[in-house]
């Protein structure tokens, strides 16, 4: 018998303006998120003002860095993603990589700041440092109920039970309609929104069906023929 899943955990990642200045950048970083098998639970496009970047930074207050971090997550577009997984916080953060770049580039080449990172401010990703951090900075989605979605849609997206919504561009756990395909599972009646970074182009979701009428594991972006 095979043991339960674990709940999932959730953590908030930020794309930095340096990162979202250059497309394909957001779209190497959105791959390897979907590579790494994080499921997007929201996701969207943000301009952070100087106030509120000081109260999401305030705990650097103080510190020399701190003004020029404010600022220059003030100075442009930005995206965000709240993202679960088994290990969301500790994963996200070992995929980002060491928050100096030049460190990153020499001990980590292959994570997100060693081959994008620019200068230890413009380091191309933020990550929540723990699980009581991700619930703080998941201020970004004002809109999003943390406890009702661990009451509601945790439990189904844990067993497997995985659903793109066209409609909000994200995975949850409302039904969707799919269609049997011979030698190739479900294909789930899913279009890319052409919003969310690297979504363009990406092809439709082929994967095994759990039960009859239901999806098994749904990752846009991501083909899985069975």
């Excluded at 580039?105 to 440092?129: C, F």
């Excluded at 890319?192 to 999806?215: D, F, Q, R, W």
């Amino acid at each position: 018998m095979a043991a339960p899943a674990r709940r999932l955990q959730l953590t908030l990642a930020l794309l930095k303006p340096d990162a979202v200045a250059h497309p394909l950048v957001c779209e190497a970083v959105h791959a390897a998120i979907l590579r790494h098998r994080f499921l997007i639970v929201r996701a969207k496009e943000v301009r952070c003002g100087a106030e509120q970047s000081r109260r999401f930074y305030r705990e650097h207050a103080g510190r020399f860095f701190y003004q020029r971090l404010v600022e220059f997550m003030a100075s442009g577009p930005m995206w965000a993603y709240i993202l679960a997984h088994e290990n969301a916080v500790p994963l996200w953060r070992s995929l980002m990589g060491p928050t100096k770049v030049f460190r990153a580039r020499h001990s980590d080449p292959d994570s997100i700041r060693g081959a994008y990172g620019l200068t230890d401010t413009r380091n191309t990703t933020h990550g929540s440092d723990s699980p009581a951090s991700a619930s703080r900075e998941i201020v970004f989605f004002p809109e999003f109920d943390e406890q009702r979605w661990y009451e509601q849609e945790e439990p189904r997206l844990r067993r497997g039970r995985l659903f793109q919504s066209a409609q909000e561009r994200l995975l949850g756990a409302q039904p969707a309609q799919v269609t049997p395909v011979a030698g190739q599972g479900v294909v789930l009646a899913w279009q890319p929104c052409g919003h969310c970074p690297g979504a363009a182009g990406t092809e439709l979701c082929c994967v095994p069906g759990s039960e009859e009428g239901e999806s098994s594991v749904v990752l846009p972006g991501t083909r899985l023929v069975v």
